[in-house]
């Protein structure tokens, strides 16, 4: 019995090692494929480059190219050669064409001189079946920049099965694409609500302040919803970002300002002009001018506020205070972060070489962090006001309940006298009656005698 019992065990052993050699075999077959080295070819030629030319050199994916077209050719091995094999770019702002071991993939719009484009979605897309082959296989991109972009980026491009690809690329749909909607729709509904609160209640600053905030940061947010415009449209719509990230910037600092009681004419005056200096940078030098210098111009403003809001948070020693420094300070931080990232900055990439890869924009949730905290401010404001009324409306008729019960008993007491007041009359008039009766009696008596 013993001896059949151990072969019992040994054939359960393995068939689990069976099983688990045989579901090691299957996750290795579906691992993802992440490049790490590429070559470029700085050339606007339309077609493909030869393997052989000089001019291509090798850097690696995320490399900043200044310039306006460049061909990028990327070796890969990969075990993951079926049908539902995909290539995932976290960004491809400018279009442009990839094919993989000379089979064409894809095709994304570029710009024209009908179509200006700056994609900002992500990309993910099935590799043709029976192209890929388990070694040594090329993937080609051409990748002209964005519309108003002096530079080319190829992103960390990853090659897989659908089903490990699919949630990396909803994951990155949902921030870039769809929390911006979410922003555009909310804020503009909440902002008008609350300016029209304010409408009626011109005294009440803070709730005008934050309204305009709202609808400055959700038309600031159309950056991440429209990808294709044309020249035109493209025009007044850039325009029309500046002026309304500018303009947020400019009404925060006074909901901070008002908020902290530290509010100077000439801080107003001056936060105002410089946002209508934005309109002249885009004149002057336009899109890339203004977004490296007069947006940059705002970075001391931020800092400044940031130093007040804490200040007033030491000072008063408040949750609402504190609330709105931490979530101004995370604020100033993350628009330095973009700052950096949109202007490709080599100091970040050699900081955190993996993160500035993935090229995401942090400003937008924290600024969206902040008008929460405005929101909810203002809200436990106007909650604070009615329970004071509420409170105020108790008092008050309790007070005019007790002026009720005094004035009914003054009432009762002025009845009592006059009830009072008419039995001593009627025993005045009695007495008044016999002793004029009496009286006369004694004078007929008198006489009579």
Do not use: K
Not at 220 to 248: H, N
Not at 258 to 267: F, H, I, N
Not at 303 to 314: E, I, S, T, Y
Not at 350 to 367: E, I, K, N, S, V
Request: charged share 15%; with cysteine.
């Amino acid at each position: 019995m013993r001896p059949a019992r151990w072969a019992c065990c040994r054939r359960i052993v393995g068939a689990l090692a069976l099983l688990a050699a045989t579901g090691w075999a299957l996750v290795a077959h579906a691992v993802v494929v992440a490049p790490t080295r590429a070559d470029i070819l700085v050339s606007d030629q339309q077609a493909p480059p030869e393997e052989d030319d000089p001019r291509w050199r090798a850097v690696t994916p995320t490399h900043v190219e200044r310039t306006a077209v460049a061909w990028y050719r990327v070796r890969f091995d990969t075990e993951a050669t079926g049908p539902s094999t995909m290539l995932y770019l976290p960004f491809l702002y400018g279009g442009g064409r990839i094919s993989v071991n000379g089979v064409p993939v894809a095709e994304v719009t570029e710009s024209s001189d009908a179509l200006y484009v700056r994609w900002e979605r992500p990309v993910l897309l099935p590799l043709p079946q029976g192209a890929l082959r388990p070694r040594d296989n090329l993937l080609l991109i051409r990748a002209p920049a964005a519309h108003n972009s002096p530079t080319v980026i190829l992103s960390r491009l990853q090659i897989g099965p659908q089903a490990d690809l699919q949630p990396v690329f909803d994951r990155r749909l949902f921030v870039v694409r769809t929390l911006p909607v979410v922003t555009l729709v909310t804020g503009v509904v909440v902002g008008l609500l609350v300016l029209l609160i304010w409408a009626r209640r011109r005294q009440e600053v803070l709730y005008g302040l934050f309204g305009l905030a709202s609808i400055f940061w959700a038309l600031r947010t159309t950056t991440f919803v429209f990808d294709a415009l044309p020249p035109a449209a493209w025009t007044l719509w850039r325009l029309q970002y500046f002026v309304s990230t500018g303009g947020f910037i400019v009404v925060m600092a006074l909901f901070t300002l008002a908020l902290a009681r530290w509010s100077q004419p000439w801080v107003t005056r001056g936060l105002v002009g410089y946002w209508a200096l934005g309109p002249v940078f885009y004149a002057v030098g336009g899109h890339m001018f203004t977004a490296r210098w007069w947006v940059a111009g705002f970075i001391p403003v931020g800092l400044g506020l940031a130093l007040v809001a804490l200040a007033a948070a030491w000072r008063r020693r408040s949750a609402a205070t504190l609330a709105i420094a931490v979530a101004l300070a995370l604020g100033v931080a993350a628009g330095l972060h973009d700052y950096l990232v949109a202007s490709s900055s080599p100091w970040l990439r050699a900081l955190l070489p993996d993160w500035t890869a993935q090229r995401y924009f942090l400003l937008h949730h924290a600024a969206n962090l902040l008008l929460v905290v405005m929101g909810v401010l203002l809200a436990t404001r106007f909650v604070r006001t009615l329970d004071q009324v509420e409170a105020a409306n108790r008092t008050l008729e309790a007070r005019v309940q007790q002026r009720e019960r005094e004035i009914a008993a003054s009432y009762e007491r002025i009845a009592q006298m006059q009830r009072e007041q008419a039995v001593q009359g009627e025993r005045q008039r009695m007495v008044q009656d016999l002793h004029e009766g009496l009286g006369s009696q004694l004078s007929c008596s008198l006489r009579r005698a």
